[in-house]
């Protein structure tokens, strides 16, 4: 009977383990060198607040000669989903300055999302 007792407890242990979110990894906020001078905050996805999630997203972003974002590509993002498209479609409302140069170039970019703390 302590077998089966141990074994249905070994069981619900695993399975309550697999359904907790494990804290996101730490942002490689190094990697960020450049800052837009108009910052679209993105929304926080309802169902990643529901869950009381935190995470981030590293882009790569492609700025046009007149300062606007032209393409978006996510490098990293911890968790892997959740948090991508709020912060691909924030990003692409940021302006940057333009270079001097007047050439489009790259730059990366970190969307943090974090929760209010209680």
Known sequence: MKKIISVV????LAACASTVTPPPRPAPADQVRVRPIVKVHPYYPQQMRDARVEGWV????K???IGRVTEVEVVD?????GFQQAARTAARK???????DRRSFYVMAL???SLPQH
């Open 9 to 12: 407890f070994t069981g619900l």
């Open 58 to 61: 590293l882009m790569n972003l």
């Open 63 to 65: 700025v046009n000669n």
């Open 77 to 81: 993002a911890s968790p892997d989903s």
């Open 94 to 100: 940021w302006i940057y300055k333009p270079a001097q």
């Open 111 to 113: 969307v943090d999302f």
